[in-house]
């Protein structure tokens, strides 16, 4: 698995891979429905799938779960379309979700080589670097005209443009919350921490890459300061905690490029002054405030603690909900429906699983991410040199940049391409057994591309 050649297909996927990251909400009207590139993308890559050589005999890590998952989903999706009668909201959500789990194993049977991953890094970075630029430039008042102009202002990259203008035009000139092609500021703040290990990597990669490398810097540089202009402090902390285990589990392929950044950072807020308008620091200390200080006088702070007991209370009054929920389309029907999730504390994927699949669906959700990070933590703290610690590094920090993500927001569940970047990251975690093929030497001085001391593997 050290082989440099390509897998047929894995161009498509790195397009895809790149779409998600930099642009998940490019799409065109087909009448009603919006029709998005993801999906496009996603379905070729389907259709072309069974052209790939066989892979290994061997169990996939989490594909029955995803299995499980994807078969209560549909069948809640049906329960919400027969009971509320959205016949085509539903549909039309039913076959977003198939392809939005259909990633999981697309990454595990694409993903098979040293040149697949090193292609698979390239467009993350390059995806990085577009939502870290436009989440910086959004929230600065010289270019956030500029950049809304040149970009927001397009319905076929932001369907919201319309209502994203009215809300830019009348911001005060100040620092406001940053804005992508991912979504809101929290959710392109969140795609930024998830992504930017791999760009670390990239930065780290032991063959030689040539620009690729510097590209990889600036998709480090500007990811911690993309998060910060998010002004959001569910990703300031999942930024935190990647730090964190960076700087104690030392994770040696990962330093250079998220500590380096980060210092970097902050001594450029330090220089041009905390208190500067800039940076809007005042919403961070009141949020952080409310959540210390009155946790539960606060309508959203009290839904992200209600929403790991209100399912279980809902759940004795409605036994139905233990095996499926209502499905996702009710949440953007326009009908007028009073759904069972309209109104509760729904800001947590669990809570958000529960109420759209049933409790054992949200069960499996909160399982399958713990078991993929404990499974990438064991591998990327093993001394082996083996190329699936390489990847399982920038995984596991992924994975640890999720965990706040789960407990505190619900996109991975709401939203396809939410789901789409979570099973991405199962999907490659899944993957990493193909690469477990011990290192029988170092690459050469020339491979690394001039480093002084660059080995294969932490």
Request: positive net charge.
């Amino acid at each position: 698995m050290w082989r440099k050649e390509l897998t047929p297909g894995i161009k498509l996927f790195a397009v895809f891979v790149f779409v998600l990251v930099a642009v998940p909400k490019a799409n065109l009207k087909i009448g009603p429905l919006p029709v998005y590139l993801t999906d496009v993308l996603i379905f070729l890559l389907l259709c072309s799938v069974q052209k790939l050589p066989p892979l290994p005999r061997r169990r996939r890590l989490y594909s029955g779960t995803v299995s499980t998952l994807l078969i209560i989903a549909l069948a809640s999706e049906v329960a919400g379309m027969i009971r509320f009668g959205t016949l085509l909201d539903s549909a039309y959500m039913m076959g977003r979700t198939a392809l939005a789990f259909s990633v999981f194993f697309l990454a595990a049977a694409y993903v098979r080589t040293r040149g697949d991953i090193e292609l698979l890094l390239k467009a993350i970075a390059a995806g990085v670097i577009v939502t870290a630029s436009l989440m910086i430039l959004s929230s600065l008042p010289a270019t956030r005209g500029m950049v809304s102009d040149l970009v927001f202002s397009h319905r076929f990259l932001e369907p919201a443009s319309d209502r994203l203008q009215l809300r830019l035009d009348g911001a005060p000139e100040r620092g406001i919350r940053g804005r992508t092609l991912v979504g809101v500021s929290i959710l392109g703040a969140t795609f930024i921490n998830i992504c930017w290990p791999f760009a670390a990597l990239l930065l780290r990669w032991p063959w030689m890459i040539g620009k690729w490398r510097r590209i990889a810097f600036a998709a480090c540089l500007l990811a911690p300061m993309g998060v910060l202009m998010s002004y959001s402090r569910g990703p300031l902390m999942a930024s935190a905690l990647v730090v964190i285990a960076v700087f104690f589990l030392g994770l040696r392929q990962m330093k250079r490029g998220i500590l380096l950044p980060v210092a970097i950072g902050a001594s450029i807020v330090f220089f041009i002054g905390i208190g500067s308008q800039v940076f809007y620091f005042e919403r961070l200390e009141r949020s952080f405030g409310t959540m210390l200080e009155s946790p539960y006088e606060n309508t959203r702070e009290s839904e992200r603690s209600l929403a790991y007991s209100e399912p279980f209370t809902h759940a004795v009054q409605n036994p139905g909900f233990l095996l499926a929920g209502e499905g996702v389309a009710v949440r953007y029907t326009a009908s007028g429906i009073r759904a069972e999730q309209h109104g509760q504390a729904t800001h947590a994927v669990f809570a958000m699983a529960y109420y759209s699949y049933g409790l054992i669906a949200a069960l499996l959700y909160i399982s399958l991410i713990a078991r993929a990070l404990f499974h990438v933590g064991t591998i990327a703290l093993q001394r082996r040199r083996t190329l699936d610690k390489l990847l399982a590094q920038p995984l596991f920090l992924s994975l640890v940049a999720i965990v706040p993500w789960a407990m505190f927001g619900h996109a991975a569940v709401s939203t396809p391409r939410g789901a789409m970047l979570l099973f991405l990251i199962i999907g490659l975690v899944s993957a990493t057994s193909l690469f477990r093929v011990p290192a029988r030497r170092r690459p050469s001085r020339r491979q690394t591309h001039g480093h002084r001391r660059h080995p294969a593997f932490g």
